[in-house]
């Protein structure tokens, strides 16, 4: 036989699951459905350079795409970090060294990009990067990237690589010496979130 306790707690049991069930569901707001990247800020579109040169040649360009920037890296193995000189700025149009022949670089603003390190081997001239002067950056596929919009090959002359990199807008951008490598970084806005 049951106890009177037995009954009563049953009972009061059986009420709380009725009311929890009988309480509409209510929505809870989505807090964690588009979380905000905090994107870097400071940056800005000043020229950046530095100061070194190296024998080392490119091999290399590629590119990348990040939350909250574009990427292209110039590949130069071997190369030391401090060895990496640059020179990164915004151009209105964009002027192969030597001959001064104008390279058409599509986007609402042009970076001109020097490396000081030839793409080509010092010692027998041959090209170690296979791009063609004015032609696009050879295996670089710019299809959905927020930042950037074309990319091409000025030439490589006196031991300096001069690329062309076509972006939206003038947008800001940071460079960073790797060791074998160069990195421009070219943010996908002026805001610290995405």
Known sequence: MLQPRTICATVVLLGATLVTAAVPAVAVPA????ATTACPTGWGSADKSATAATTTSVTAVRTGRHDCYDRMVVDVPGAARSDLGYSVRYVDRLYQDGSGRHIPVAGGAVLEVRVTAPAYDPETG???YPARAGGALPGVDL???RSFRDARFAGSFE??????LGVRGRLPFRVLQLDGRLVIDVAHTWTAAR
């Not at 807090?31 to 588009?34: F, M, P, R, W, Y």
Request: aromatic fraction near 6%; charge should be negative; proline fraction near 0%.
């Open 159 to 164: 031991g300096e690589t001069q690329l062309g």
């Open 31 to 34: 807090t964690a459905t588009a």
């Open 143 to 145: 299809s959905g990237y």
């Open 126 to 128: 041959a090209a170690t």
